[in-house]
């Protein structure tokens, strides 16, 4: 089988924004207790903050974190979560049934990001909650002092501002489950509200308005036009929220989920447009897909009516190779929409869904999701360019016909590399994939990187941490122009060029 695809950086679609490479941490099941927090644990530092996670997260180095939830956010009184530890209360964490210690909150999580190389992405809650805690947050964390707000930080130890940049206007709130659920024009009106008293206090932030859980959702398109008519000119994003799994044995449509997620984000490009047409707007809303990742829901039904725990194993999913294939596909679809799509977060960052596994007492590791996303994340900087690919397609029952390769490149203008990101999605047989650089005459090598294995379903472990990595396969070489690179069967693939 043959690919093919050209490589030309006069085709250039948008400059890569950084933040599409970032995570979530949600205070939910074990993502930050005994997740990125663990006092007492043989690596932890002096503010309680493990060691060993925190040397994975520094691996792989989201530009931003997105915070406290998630569906937490909609129940959450920030002010729970700030000055001496010992007096916060223990509280119930509706969305999870689960005790919440507060011993993490604003303070610590922001420090903690920035020690992390990240920013964080501040969550209010416009669930049981509203514009006066979100003013007050935003006056707690970015006013320089002499408030109440603000000397109150200083007094907790913060002497300058946080300085929080970029902010969700709270969580899926047309989602029936979200506490404090809101039907659009309501939370249209909210979220203006909230937005314009937010930046009455900090006229520098950004703001993300909420677009629909999910692509199924029986309001979705007229919820974000609803939104955005009312939010235009108050909002710099709209969020997209999208999970992915095999359903039954239908793998051959879970590995087409990247074509599925451009469909999504090209119908919200399509809603924001109009909206800006039809209310003769100068500016663009761009697209914010804040939560994404493989997440197998089916097995999480049932865990609702769990008892009252604190730290519960919740959705602590254990990813295999065709979910990094996946995973590796669905940041192709982000990129390739890089004109329009600034920020994501890959839902979450340890143990919830998520490419970092940690044990309490024990060690941490790297989930087979983890190395896609580092590789992509580290080398997926500069200019997105249109590479066109042809080859084979395949028939699935959920997005019809599609290719059997999917791939884009990026170049980064200063050092001259392009590097092509590319996943073979026929299960049995490798393809070849001419890459015509003649444009480029100057590229003759490049690094083949590749995540395959005999067995798709391998998976990472505490005990054997390792059992999937990404391989280094032989060089390849241009003559006259063209590189053939041969992708292995259910492979995630990058080629370097330099
Ligand atoms: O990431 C897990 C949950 O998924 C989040 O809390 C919620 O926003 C989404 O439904």
Redesign the pocket.
């Known amino acids: 089988q043959h690919a093919a695809l050209t490589i030309d950086p006069a085709f250039r679609i948008a400059e890569v924004d950084p933040r599409l490479f970032g995570s979530?941490v949600?205070h939910?099941g074990r993502c930050v207790y005994t997740g990125i927090f663990e006092p007492g644990h043989a690596t932890a530092d002096d503010e309680g903050f493990r060691g060993d996670v925190a040397e994975l997260v520094r691996e792989l180095a989201p530009p931003i974190l997105r915070y406290p939830?998630?569906?937490?956010v909609s129940g959450y009184n920030w002010e729970d979560g700030i000055g001496p530890r010992e007096s916060r209360p223990r509280t119930l964490d509706l969305?999870w049934r689960s005790y919440e210690t507060n011993q993490v909150g604003v303070d610590e999580f922001t420090k903690w990001a920035r020690r992390m190389g990240s920013e964080p992405m501040m969550a209010v809650n416009l669930g049981t909650r509203g514009i006066d805690a979100a003013r007050n947050l935003v006056e707690y964390a970015n006013h320089p002092g002499g408030s109440y707000w603000s000397d109150l930080r200083r007094r907790n130890g913060t002497s300058e501002p946080h300085g929080i940049a970029l902010w969700c206007l709270g969580?899926?709130m047309d989602?029936p489950?979200q506490l404090g659920h809101k039907t659009a024009a309501e939370y249209a009106r909210l979220a203006a509200e909230t937005a314009r008293a937010m930046r009455r206090v900090d006229p520098s932030i950004e703001l993300v308005a909420c677009g629909s859980?999910h692509q199924r959702m029986p309001t979705f398109g007229d919820w974000e036009a609803t939104v955005l008519r009312e939010t235009y000119d108050l909002v710099d994003y709209v969020s997209l929220?999208g999970?992915y799994e095999q359903r039954g044995d239908d793998r051959g449509s879970f590995l087409a989920s990247g074509v599925n997620m451009d469909r999504f984000i090209e119908s919200v490009i399509a809603t924001c447009d109009h909206v800006r047409g039809a209310g003769q707007h100068r500016k663009r809303v761009n697209l914010a897909f804040d939560?994404w990742n493989v997440?197998y829901l089916g097995k999480f039904a049932g865990e609702e009516n769990l008892d009252w725990s604190e730290r519960p194993r919740l959705?602590e999913d254990q990813y295999s190779v065709v979910d990094a294939v996946v995973v590796g596909s669905l940041l192709i679809s982000l990129l390739r929409h890089a004109d329009r799509v600034k920020i994501a977060c890959l839902?979450?960052l340890v143990n919830?869904?998520a490419p970092i596994r940690s044990e309490p007492d024990g060690p941490a590791w790297r989930q087979t999701t983890f190395h896609p996303y580092a590789l992509t994340s580290r080398h997926g900087r500069g200019s997105v360019l249109r590479v066109e690919p042809t080859g084979p397609t395949y028939e699935t029952s959920w997005m019809g016909e599609v290719p059997v390769v999917d791939a884009t490149a990026v170049h980064d203008e200063e050092t001259g590399t392009v590097t092509v990101f590319a996943v073979n999605r026929d299960q049995h047989e490798p393809v070849a994939l001419d890459i015509d650089l003649r444009s480029l005459p100057n590229l003759t090598t490049g690094e083949h990187t590749a995540l395959f294995d005999d067995d798709p379903d391998a998976t990472n472990t505490a005990a054997q941490p390792d059992r999937v990595t990404p391989t280094r396969l032989a060089d390849v070489k241009a003559t006259e122009g063209t590189i053939t690179a041969v992708l292995p069967a259910l492979s995630w693939n990058m080629l370097r060029f330099d």
């Open positions: 979530f949600e939910m939830g998630g569906n937490f969305a969580n899926e989602g489950w859980s929220h999970y939560e997440w959705i839902a979450q919830v869904i």
